[in-house]
């Protein structure tokens, strides 16, 4: 029978603190659970803002909101936005059928993730329809915006990708 003789080469009989391998090996699992701790430290620090404690009732309160929408359809409302970053300027112009409209109204710009940044600017068209308000510079979002006038009679609602749409037209919808 032949003896089976194990060698000892290349270990040099150290502890195996020592290596490297085993800390290279460790450093994978380590940083997942420094990411992970992160982002739970984000998620506790920004709650979403998305979320409405009581979103049963805003559910039910939108069809009561449709009666504005509607009116706004029968007037044959649309709105015309344009904005101009250089001079930090919204321009627009509030028609009906393509007649202009004059009076006071509140236009309101939604940001779609933080209620913080959102803007309710008041605009009084001219004669001809037209108005320009000066407005901070937009932040890169998709906008909600609604627009009504001071009785809150009507509504006129949309979305502005600013910056990709440079300009935005929002026309009352028929209702069924």
């Known amino acids: 029978m032949e003896s089976i003789v194990y060698s000892q080469a290349g270990v040099t009989g150290k502890p195996w603190y020592r290596h490297r391998w085993p800390w290279l090996l460790m450093l994978g699992p380590l940083a997942v659970l420094i990411a992970g701790a992160y982002t739970g430290w984000l998620a506790y620090r920004q709650p979403d803002a998305l979320v409405a404690s009581d979103y049963y009732k805003q559910g039910k309160a939108i069809n009561q909101d449709l009666s504005r929408e509607r009116a706004a359809a029968s007037l044959g409302l649309s709105l015309?936005?344009?904005?101009?970053?250089?001079?930090?300027v919204l321009h627009g112009?509030?028609?009906s059928y393509g007649?202009?409209?004059?009076?006071?109204?509140?236009?309101?710009?939604?940001?779609p993730t933080k209620p913080e940044r959102d803007l309710a600017l008041d605009v009084r068209p001219e004669q001809n329809g037209e108005f320009s308000v000066p407005l901070p510079e937009l932040e890169r979002a998709r906008w909600?915006?609604?627009?009504?006038?001071e009785h809150r009679n009507w509504r006129l609602s949309g979305n502005w990708a600013w910056p990709k749409e440079q300009a935005i037209v929002i026309a009352s919808q028929p209702m069924l």
């Open 80 to 88: 015309k936005l344009h904005y101009d970053p250089a001079q930090g």
């Open 93 to 95: 112009q509030l028609l």
């Open 99 to 111: 007649q202009p409209i004059a009076g006071a109204a509140r236009l309101r710009l939604i940001h």
């Open 144 to 149: 909600q915006l609604q627009m009504e006038n």
